[in-house]
């Protein structure tokens, strides 16, 4: 039953069989785990035009083809090996990358790739519900192609926990077809992917910040001295890109069409009233995900995190472009809440290490902000949209028990409860967006009226191409 055929694979997988065995026996739960919670209404009649990898190579990557969902080849892939690559940063720096996991960080790896790999599914069942919503035959097929990459992206976590953890880790990838999104007694490990996604502004906004995470930590892991984690996650990042295109370029055409209404109205009318979406309510999901993604990154003092850092388990994104690997001595300065207020404090850098790495992804987003702002600037309008304080609405970390505005400036708990449906979406916001979407758009080259179309279409074909065949 498991063949290289039916995975496409750079892992030797027709010689391996260990490997061969743990799969066999999670492939069908994975199946049944797709049907139950993957894309709902789409299973069965539906034929999808989607980008299968089927080798590392960029050719090999960008194979397209009709497939019915559950009939998709998700398949194993490492990046191609470093050439006698030395670990680069941490205690161990310098010394040779490992091909095995070292016994004594074991557990700490274990958890990392289990964290990791928690997020894929439950991606996929947070957007289960879309496909009924969609905008466009268009954006259909780029929810259908996120998500079995998303599917994908947990066969790499399951690859290495069946690889390198034995009986543990093939316990952990059955828990990983476990635990669900949102269910109050086995919710997925990370609070943002507990998070209902109901609507096409909360999938845009999503793949646009909560993949971005997703590119900052497989960035970091992909630094680590466990080279089959590295290029495993080093491949992963090929697709992460697209995902977050798709995050991007949903806003900014929501955005372009918000701005056409306005325009066509003589800037006089309210958005809503056309059937658009106002910027107001756009900035409240900017707001609400932003702040929900720099959650994903830990708490800002760590004791986790410099010990993966130490370890060599965890980089920095982008490790190379540091001077210090080994930041024994060196500190980071961070705005810690004192009672009355902010006190700098000089932090170990490596406890900063989740920190660190959220200044990385907030530059990241805010480039994006910029280019969601030249659409304004283009149609000659004054509005802009901003990423939210760093301790507006945070979950996690030491701001976590404070209130703040977007601003930044602090406010009582009684002025938050007050004004927090100003600055999140509240439950008419997301009324209103049901409103719009609740007619599916299935017709090919046809777009809902709160959305304009894309510049061009997925692999050169015309943006009216049929990406989504029904089966009579
Ligand atoms: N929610 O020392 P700390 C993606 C817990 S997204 C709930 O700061 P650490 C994707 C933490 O577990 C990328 N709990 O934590 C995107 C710990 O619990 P215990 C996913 C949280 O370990 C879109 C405690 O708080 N990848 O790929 O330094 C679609 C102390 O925390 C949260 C990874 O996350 C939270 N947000 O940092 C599909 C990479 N944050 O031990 C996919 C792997 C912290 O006290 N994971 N806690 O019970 C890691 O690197 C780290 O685990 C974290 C947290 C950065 C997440």
Wanted: with cysteine; aromatic share 12%; hydrophobic share 35%.
């Amino acid at each position: 039953m498991i063949s290289a055929e039916k995975i496409p694979n750079n892992v030797g997988l027709s010689s391996n069989k260990r490997l061969q065995r743990a799969l066999e026996h999670w492939q069908p739960k994975y199946i049944q785990w797709w049907r139950d919670m993957g894309p709902q209404g789409f299973q069965d009649y539906h034929q999808v035009y989607v980008r299968t990898a089927v080798s590392v190579d960029p050719s090999g990557w960008a194979h397209f083809e009709y497939v019915k969902l559950p009939e998709y080849r998700w398949g194993i892939f490492l990046a191609d090996p470093v050439h006698d690559r030395r670990i680069g940063f941490g205690d161990f720096f310098g010394q040779p990358v490992w091909q095995e996991v070292p016994g004594e960080f074991r557990n700490q790896l274990r958890r990392l790739i289990v964290t990791q790999g928690d997020t894929e599914p439950a991606s996929v069942e947070q957007q289960r519900w879309l496909g009924q919503r969609c905008p466009s035959m268009y954006d259909l097929r780029n929810l259908f192609q996120v998500n079995v990459e998303e599917g994908r992206h947990l066969w790499a976590m399951v690859y290495l926990l069946h690889s390198y953890f034995g009986r543990d880790g093939r316990d952990e990838a059955e828990d990983l077809l476990a635990r669900q999104s949102g269910n109050r007694d086995k919710p997925r490990i990370l609070d943002a992917f507990n998070e209902p996604i109901e609507n096409w502004l909360d999938f845009f906004m999503f793949t646009m910040f909560t993949d971005r995470d997703g590119k900052s930590q497989l960035l970091s892991l992909s630094e680590s001295s466990l080279d089959p984690l590295s290029r495993t996650t080093r491949f992963m990042l090929t697709e992460e890109a697209h995902h977050m295109f798709v995050g991007e370029t949903g806003i900014a055409r929501i955005i372009e069409r918000t701005c056409q209404l306005l325009k066509d109205a003589g800037f006089s009318e309210d958005v809503r009233k056309l059937g658009g979406i106002d910027i107001p309510t756009v900035q409240k999901f900017i707001n609400l995900w932003f702040s929900l993604s720099l959650d994903l990154h830990g708490n800002e003092i760590s004791t986790n995190a410099a010990s993966y850092f130490g370890n060599g388990l965890k980089g920095r994104a982008q490790e190379e472009k540091f001077d210090d690997h080994h930041v024994g001595e060196s500190y980071y300065e961070l705005d810690v809440p004192n009672g009355n207020g902010l006190e700098r404090q000089h932090i170990p850098m490596r406890s900063a290490m989740n920190e660190v790495l959220r200044d990385w992804y907030v530059g990241d987003c805010e480039a994006g902000v910029v280019r969601w702002n030249k659409i304004f600037e283009r149609h000659g309008m004054s509005e802009r949209l901003r990423l939210p304080d760093r301790k507006f609405n945070r979950g996690i970390g030491m701001f976590r028990p404070l209130h703040f505005e977007p601003s930044g400036a602090p406010i009582s708990e009684a002025e938050w409860k007050r004004r927090r449906g100003e600055w999140l979406p509240s439950p008419a916001d997301r009324e209103y967006l049901l409103s719009i979407m609740s007619r599916p758009v299935y017709e090919p080259g046809k777009f809902a009226n709160y959305i304009a179309p894309p510049i061009r279409g997925v692999n050169r074909m015309p943006i009216n191409f049929e990406y989504v065949r029904t089966e009579a």
